[in-house]
Structure formats: structure tokens, C-alpha cells
């Protein structure tokens, strides 16, 4: 499976973006998929998940701002993202789980900025 993820770029604050992660296989067999973000010297941190049968959580910085979604049909993720903050300036990088594999893709940076 791979994971490719696009839609980054720069905004000012207050701006949006969505970004989309296309999955080569099937998103439907995913347990889990998710949206994490990083930055220079810190850790990947978790800003928004989908696990089926559990639900939709977000990380409380981001709650009310940005819509994580899946289209099976289309076999991608998504990340809405509104109102955005300079503290949201990361590499953000999607995530799918299909037990026991664990598949990543490739960042795409956003540039919160004035």
C-alpha cells in the first residue's frame, strides 16, 4: 500500500486548506487512518483520526477547526483545515493502518504565515 499525500502550501492565518492522501489500496480495509503533524526538533504528534467502529477524535488544537473524512470510493483521506493558526505551520503526514502493517505517506508542508 502506498500513501500520497498533497494539498499543502502556504496561507495567512485565518486561511484554509484541505489536504488529501490517495491510498493505492483499499481505504475501506483500513482500520484506523489518520492525520499527524511535525515539526523541527519535536516529536510527530496525532492531530486527527478516523478508526472504524470507533469514531472520529481530534487533538484539542485543532478542535472545531479542522474535518478529517474518508471517501472509500475514491480510496482517499482528507483533512479540512480552517481557521488556521501559525502554531498549525508543520509537515503533515497521513497515516493508514491495515493490522499488522502500519503505512505512511510522504509529508506535505503547511505554511501558516502572515
Known amino acids: 500500500v502506498q500513501l500520497q499525500a498533497s494539498g499543502g502550501g502556504s496561507v495567512q492565518p485565518g486561511g484554509s486548506l484541505t489536504l488529501s492522501c490517495a491510498a493505492s489500496?483499499?481505504?475501506?480495509?483500513?482500520?484506523?487512518m489518520a492525520w499527524y503533524r511535525e515539526t523541527p526538533g519535536n516529536d510527530r504528534d496525532l492531530v486527527a483520526i478516523?478508526?472504524?467502529?470507533?469514531?472520529?477524535k481530534y487533538d484539542d488544537s485543532v478542535k472545531g477547526r479542522f474535518t478529517i473524512s474518508i471517501d472509500d470510493a475514491k480510496n482517499t483521506l482528507y483533512l479540512q483545515m480552517n481557521n488556521l493558526k501559525p502554531e498549525d505551520t508543520a509537515v503533515y503526514y497521513c497515516n493508514a493502518v491495515q493490522c499488522p502493517y502500519d503505512y505512511w505517506g510522504h509529508g506535505t508542508l503547511v505554511t501558516v504565515s502572515s
Open positions: 478516523i478508526s472504524r467502529g470507533r469514531g472520529i
Open positions: 489500496g483499499r481505504t475501506s480495509t483500513f482500520s484506523t
